[in-house]
C-alpha cells in the first residue's frame, strides 16, 4: 500500500507520516529531507540553487542514503550525517529553490518510486500524489493556517536551540507557499482524489487517529 501525504511547509508532515509509518510498520520517506540534502550540497558546493546547469554539474555525484537508528531516522549525504543541518532555515530555501529544477526532481523521484514499488511505504512532500505516487491508494492533503504553521517551525527551531525570530520565520513560509505552488514543474497542489486534513486546530494524536481510519477504511489495514 502507498500513502501520499502532501502539503505546504510547517504542516507538519514529517511528524506526522513518520508516527502513522510506525503505526502500520510501513517505510517512512521523507522526500523533502532529500531535497533538503541536495540543497545543502549546493549551499556548501558554492553554486546558485536556481541554476540548472551548475546543479546539474553536481545532482550526478550526489549519493543519500537514509538509515534507521535507534535515535530515529537519519540522512547522510555522501556518507556524512546531515539529519540536523539539513533543518536550518537557510538550506529550507535552498531546497525549495532546487526542487524546481527538473534534473533535480527527475533523479530524486526515480529513487522514491523504486522504494514505493519494494514495500508498503508512506511518503510525504509536495507532489507525491499529483506527481510522484499517483497510484496511491490513499492521499492525503496535510495543512494548516500560515500563523498556525509559522508558530510550529518557531517552537521547533528554539527547542534545538536555534536562533529564531517568528516574524523572520512567518515571512519565509509564505515565501516558500509561493515559490512552491507557482513553480512549474510538479507545483503544490491538492490532488483531486486527496483527503484535505486542516491541522489548525487539532493535536497530532488526533491527526494521526485520522489517517489511520482512513488507511484502515483504504485497505482494511490492522492496527
Not at 95 to 118: G, H, N, W, Y
Amino acid at each position: 500500500m502507498k500513502i501520499a501525504i502532501d502539503g505546504p511547509a510547517g504542516a507538519g508532515k514529517s511528524t506526522i507520516s513518520k508516527a502513522v509509518a510506525g503505526e502500520l510498520n510501513y517505510l517512512y520517506i521523507d522526500t523533502g529531507a532529500m531535497y533538503r540534502s541536495v540543497g545543502l550540497a549546493a549551499v556548501e558546493a558554492g553554486i546558485n540553487t536556481r541554476s540548472e546547469t551548475e546543479l546539474a554539474g553536481i545532482i550526478g555525484d550526489i549519493l543519500i542514503d537514509i538509515k534507521n537508528t535507534e535515535d530515529g531516522q537519519k540522512y547522510y549525504l555522501n556518507g556524512r550525517d546531515v539529519t540536523q543541518k539539513i533543518r536550518e532555515p537557510q538550506i529550507s530555501m535552498a531546497a525549495s529553490d532546487v526542487a524546481v529544477i527538473p534534473a533535480v526532481r527527475l533523479k530524486l523521484v526515480e529513487l522514491q518510486r523504486k522504494l514505493a514499488e519494494k514495500t508498503d511505504v508512506v511518503m510525504d512532500g509536495r507532489d507525491i500524489g499529483t506527481y510522484v505516487l499517483r497510484d496511491a491508494e490513499l492521499k492525503i492533503f496535510l495543512t494548516a493556517s500560515v500563523d498556525e504553521r509559522a508558530r510550529r517551525r518557531y517552537n521547533e527551531l528554539r527547542q534545538k536551540n536555534s536562533e529564531a525570530d517568528l516574524d523572520a520565520v512567518r515571512a519565509e513560509m509564505i515565501k516558500r507557499d509561493k515559490n512552491d505552488s507557482e513553480r512549474e514543474f510538479a507545483p503544490l497542489r491538492q490532488a483531486e482524489d486527496a483527503v484535505l486534513v486542516d491541522t489548525t486546530n487539532m493535536d497530532i494524536g488526533e491527526v494521526i487517529d485520522k489517517i489511520l481510519q482512513l488507511a484502515k477504511e483504504k485497505k482494511n489495514v490492522t492496527l
